[in-house]
Every structure is written in C-alpha cells, then in structure tokens.
C-alpha cells in the first residue's frame, strides 16, 4: 500500500486534458455485471456519478445475497441443524473476508454493524459514557460527516465533556499545526474521517494517529469513504477504532464494521443488549459473550455480511491499488474537464484527495444544477452532503458533487460535462 | 414545451437574476423566516399591514432559481391584497404546484401560473412553496424559522 501521509501524488502535468486515461482493468466487462448501469433514466443512458452516497452492486453481490436466502438460510450461532451451521459458517466466513480487508489482527475485533453510524454510535455511547468526565476534549475536524459531530456532542453533553474542533484550511486540507496544538493531555478521543464525503480531502491518519497517542488519546478514523478508494491497513494506520459501511464500497445496505483494538473493546460495556451477546442470564446476574459476539446484540443480518464480503472479492479481485490508480487518473481527467464550464468553481483543492469533486457554479444554485443533470440522465448528489460546518467554513449553503466508482469512465465524465454546458445555457438565456 | 423548459421558464430565469420587492422593509408589521435545510434555500419575509390589507411586502435571503422567482412573484402579485385574499391565494398556490399533473391551472393566479411546471418535479415543490410558507407564517405571527414540509434527510 501507498504510503498516503508521506509522498505527494504524482499528477501527470503535461497530459492533454482531453484525452482519455486508460484503465488497468476490464472496465467494460466489469460494467457488465453491475447491471444497473445500463439502464435508461428519463429516456436518457444513466451516468451514475453518486457513489459517495451509495454504489451500484456487481450481480455476484446480489446473487450471493439471494443465493443465502434461498439455500442456507437459517440462524446463526444457535441450533445444531444443517441450515444453522451453514449459515453461521457463512457468517463466520464473511468476517474472516473483512478481516482480510482491512488487514485486522484478530476476528475478535471485528464487529458487524447496521454501518459506520451505528459503528461510531457504539464506540461513542460505550466508550464514551465510560470513559469521559467534565474537563475530557473529544477533537473531532471541521470535515466531519454529522454522523461523526453528533453521536460525539451527544456524549459531551451528558458526560460533560467538551467537544473541540480542529479547523480546515481553504484548499480543504486539515491544519495540522493547529490540529497539533489542539491536542493535549486532555485529549481523550480524536474522532477524524479518513477521507472526507463532501470534497474528497484524504486526511493523513497515520499521523494524526501517532500525534493523538503521543497526547494520551485515542483515535477513531471514519473510513466510510476511504475502502472503496484504497488499500486500508489498520494496523499499518495505528488507528484505535476504523468504521466503514458496507453500501458504500458495492455491498448491501444495512451492514458495516466496527473494527477496534481488542483491549480497548474487551473493557468497554455492551451498546445493545438481548440474544447473542450473553452467554448466560440469570434475573440476578449476566455474563455477557466474548467478542466479538458481545457487541452483535440480536440476529445480525446475516445476508448483507454474505453480500458484503462478496463486494470485497470483487474489489480484491480486481485489486485495490488497481481501483486506486483509476480512480485517480479518472479524477485528474474530471478536475481538468470541469474547469471548462465557465464558471465553474471547485471546492477543496487538497494535494491528497479521492475521487470525490464537490463545486459550484457561479449564479446557479446547486439545486437547479442538480435537477438540469437529473433530465440528462445524470445522477449527482447536491446539497450540504451532511456536512453543514464544512459548507459554513467554506461560505456556501451546497454545493453539487460528483463521486466516481471503480466501473466510472471517461465518458461518465464527459456526460457531465456536456450537461452541465446545458445547465450554463439554460441560464444564460 | 419540455418539462425542463416548463420549469426554466423565462420568466422564472428572469426574477432569478433580478428579483422584485427584494430587500429590507423598515415599517414592517410582520415577519417571517423560512428555511429548507438540505438545499439551504433561507429567506426573510418583511411585511406591512394596514387595515388588514397587504400594504407593501419584500422579502430578503438566498435560495435556488425556484425559491428565489416564487418569492419574487408572490410579493408582486400580493401587494395590495386584503389579508384574506393573501391566505386565499397561499392555498391556490400550493393547490397549483401539488396538484395532479394533468389539472387544469386555476387562472385566479394570474402571472403566478409559470410555476406550475414545478408540479413535474416532486423534489422542487418545497422549493417554490417555502416563500409563502414563510409569508403566512409572518402573517399568523409565527416567530419559529418555518420550512416546506420535506423528505430531506442529512
């Protein structure tokens, strides 16, 4: 894996912008699974430029989901019948895929969750309500998802712990001097987004992680829109806790990961409690399962794991630092055809970014930009992309944003543009 | 007409880029503020009556093309109108832009009718609605920031 914290990108300065990159890969035979792509919206050929909302799923994904319904379907961890075994073995199989992903030392710490929300929910109500007293600082970034604010500020709340924030400089890259200064011994959490969803920054975890232990702290990294860009080594980040949900990188909704460092997760108390976190209950006393099972509190979704982990053959088939280089050229292919569009202005310019473009087009609110792209067939998110204090820092209520996938092209790209040339005109008239 | 160019009517275009009765309105009798969160469409509505009758109307804020040519239009259209009349012409309006798509117009909405468009686009409909949401709030004397009635999430 690329060391992402150390060595600047290489951007290919002399290219014709209009050229369009190669792929490492069979891209076309790869949209040829993901079959959605090839549908017709409002009488026009779909380009799907949402993916940091949500990707479309490869027909293995769905068939491995259907295929477990249809044939292994049963509870887990329960019974000593066939169907329960096959399907705890297909759970069991799934975690050991994700493990692999992210390359977790242990199953133990490998936590199935309903995503990255309920994933931070967790560690901020367990760890947090155990953890935080009046005068304890939660460091989040200027940067962050809501589902990274206000689980925290919940906690502060009630344990009267103070949340702290570490501001953004105007190319949408984190200030890490002011971060550093931030941080102090009563630093408890830093709670920072590995890649941000709204303008695609790539914040240096391995840093921000190593500065946040030197202070005492622990660090959660919220990985929602980094897997599906790159290779991610949680051991190699040295992070304490990584959350990612499993419908942003081609599996099914309704399942995510909660990874944390198997000491910090033995100590802290369950989150939800009933079936399959105990391991005995009496009305006078309970023990409670080891982990991972004491943080999968009921019947877990059993065949959006079986989904998800076949999401990750795929990624891993084609390779992550394959889908990284792609979506990198894509990026620098899309940067230079958006600065066509007069007018147009992109918002957050970080030397290390993702393939996530957020911008704004002078006199046109995202809004009426979205709708435009809406009856061309294509499908952007606009908005404030839950990130209302990035918006605010940045002066602007929304703006428009596009997000590639592994099976985005050039010519999703050149779509785009020729509708937002569409957009430019309506208005000008 | 396609729907799009229905929606992106001239007019409409035109009091996007120039808005009537924009701005503050000192002797103000009545205010309201309205709000949709997700596309963060925000505006002020400044209003004065006068022997319940709507003796001058502006509004101020930010919004999309939409929101921003609703309000326009709305000031312009209510200035002068008894208050009863006003609240009559609100549930005209949002009768218009949430009816079905094939209804007739109704015609008492006069220069109103270019928004009518907006009804084939179901996201929009709060974009146009949010000015009179915000004047009838003014109006009833509703202190709280209003919004369209939406699905927004975030």
């Known amino acids: 894996m690329r060391n992402i914290d150390t060595e600047p990108r290489a951007v290919p300065l002399f290219r014709n912008i209009h050229e369009h990159p190669q792929a490492p890969y069979d891209v076309a035979a790869l949209r ?3 079959r959605i792509l090839d549908t017709q919206v409002r ?18 994904v769905i068939d491995a989901v259907s295929s477990f319904y249809a044939a292994d379907n049963a509870n887990v961890h329960r019974g000593v019948h066939l169907l329960s075994q096959r399907a705890t073995e297909a759970y069991e199989d799934a975690r050991e895929t994700l493990r692999t992903f992210i390359n977790a030392p242990n199953l133990r710490e490998m936590i199935f969750t309903r995503g990255a929300t309920e994933s931070i929910n967790l560690v901020a109500h367990s760890w947090g309500y155990a953890n935080l007293a009046p005068g304890d600082e939660i460091l989040i970034t200027h940067m962050e998802h809501h589902s990274n604010i206000v689980p925290w500020q919940i906690v502060a709340q009630t344990t009267g712990a103070k949340l702290v924030v570490a501001p953004v400089n105007d190319r949408g890259e984190l200030d890490m001097q002011a971060y550093q200064n931030l941080l102090g011994p009563q630093t408890r959490m830093v709670a920072a987004t590995h890649v941000s969803n709204s303008i695609g920054t790539i914040n240096p975890i391995k840093e921000i992680a190593a500065l946040a232990h030197d202070a005492g702290a622990l660090v959660l990294a919220d990985g929602a829109q980094a897997v599906p860009h790159m290779a991610v080594d949680v051991q190699d980040l040295n992070v304490d806790f990584y959350v990612f949900s499993g419908h942003k990188m081609y599996g099914p909704t309704g399942i995510g990961v909660l990874w944390g460092k198997e000491h910090l997760l033995r100590d802290m108390p369950p989150y939800q409690s009933g079936g399959d976190m105990i391991l005995s209950v009496d009305f006078e006393k309970t023990t409670y399962n080891s982990l991972p099972y004491k943080f999968e509190a009921g019947t877990p979704n059993i065949a959006g794991a079986v989904g998800l982990a076949e999401a990750v053959r795929v990624m891993q088939g084609i390779g992550m630092d394959a889908i990284e280089a792609w979506e990198q050229d894509l990026l620098t292919y899309a940067t230079g055809k958006l600065h066509t569009v007069p007018g147009l202005e992109i918002v957050g310019e970080a030397t290390n970014k993702a393939a996530v473009i957020s911008f704004t087009i002078e006199g046109i609110h995202p809004h009426d930009v979205g709708t435009i792209l809406d009856r061309e067939g294509v499908a952007v998110r606009t908005g404030h992309h839950c990130t209302q204090p990035l918006m605010k820092r940045f002066g602007i209520p929304a703006t428009t944003r596009m997000s590639l996938g592994m099976y985005s092209t050039p010519e999703d790209i050149d779509a785009l543009v020729e509708a937002l ?9 | 007409m396609n729907p799009l160019q229905d929606l992106y009517q001239q007019v409409i275009l035109d009091h996007n880029r120039s808005p009537h009765n924009f701005g503050a309105l000192e002797a103000a009798t009545h205010h309201g503020e309205g709000h949709n969160p997700l596309c963060g469409d925000h505006y002020h509505v400044h209003v004065v009556v006068e022997d319940d009758r709507i003796a001058d109307i502006r509004f101020e804020g930010d919004g999309c093309a939409i929101s921003k040519a609703s309000a326009s239009l709305m000031t312009g259209v209510l200035k002068g109108l008894p208050v009863a009349e006003a609240r009559d012409m609100a549930a005209r309006f949002r009768h218009m832009i949430t009816d079905d798509v094939s209804a007739q117009t109704d015609e008492a909405l006069g220069k109103l009718r270019v928004l009518a468009g907006v009804r084939e686009f179901p996201m929009r409909v709060k974009c146009a609605a949010l000015a009179w949401h915000t004047m009838t709030a003014a109006l009833e004397g509703r202190e709280e920031i209003v919004g369209s009635d939406s699905d927004e999430t975030g």
């Open chain 1, 32 to 34: 040829r699974t993901v």
């Open chain 1, 43 to 60: 009488d026009k050929p779909l380009t799907y430029l949402d993916n940091a909302a949500t990707t479309q799923k490869p027909q293995s």
């Open chain 1, 421 to 429: 040339l569409k957009v430019v005109e309506v208005f000008e008239s």
